[in-house]
């Protein structure tokens, strides 16, 4: 589980494929990766969103496998050398919850519609267009996460929704380079998900 508060970027440095699968290695800018209080073979976490096993490490990088599950619902089956991707270890008993409870399990890629960059302030509205599977669990004032960024939806419509970054989500996330029509991915709410299972048939509405 994860909180969409990213704690680090990284860049991919060798994207190889392996039959169906997508073996990945990347080098993060800050977390240690060998050591004490580094990364570990076989812990999760989230790449741009998605949840990760960490499969292999070296003192500057790590590896991580991704099926064709992984690969046909989210954009890391485009990731090459250079690509950068946001990082959030899991979740700790001992952690303040701040941003939103995170699966890492994503719903579907969206894209930039439109940016909107205000005068003053130097914030950026963001909106996207996603799949009706997706706008189902969006409402305002909720929480979705935008290639693993926790952000709080600002206006929601039949075909797109909007965020609103501010400059620190811009300068410690991938957001902040991310350009008109550039595929981000998309996870909503897992409460929403829920109850939409749960009430929907009641309602003949499909979850």
Not at 23 to 50: H, K, M, Q, Y
Request: with cysteine.
């Amino acid at each position: 589980m994860f909180t969409g508060l990213i704690e680090d970027t990284a860049r991919v440095v060798r994207a190889d494929r392996d039959g169906g699968d997508l073996v990945l290695e990347l080098a993060p800018r800050t977390i240690r990766c060998a050591g004490v209080a580094g990364l570990v073979l076989g812990e999760s976490i989230a790449v741009d969103g998605a949840c990760l096993t960490v499969t292999r490490t070296t003192d500057e990088s790590f590896f991580a496998l991704l099926g064709p599950e992984t690969l046909a619902r989210t954009t890391l089956g485009a990731a090459e050398p250079g690509t950068v991707v946001n990082l959030e270890r899991a979740l700790l008993p001992t952690t303040r919850m701040g941003g939103h409870l995170v699966a890492g399990h994503v719903d579907a890629v969206g894209t930039i519609a439109r940016l909107d960059r205000h005068a003053t302030g130097g914030t950026v509205e963001f909106t996207f267009h996603a799949p009706t599977s997706v706008l189902r669990h969006v409402v305002e004032q909720g929480s979705i996460a935008v290639d693993g960024v926790s952000l709080t939806v600002t206006r929601v419509d039949d075909i797109s929704f909007a965020v609103m970054a501010i400059p620190h989500t811009l300068a410690h996330t991938t957001l902040g380079d991310k350009g008109l029509g550039a595929r981000v991915n998309l996870e909503t709410d897992l409460l929403a998900k829920y109850v939409a299972k749960l009430v929907g048939p009641a309602w003949g509405a499909r979850p």
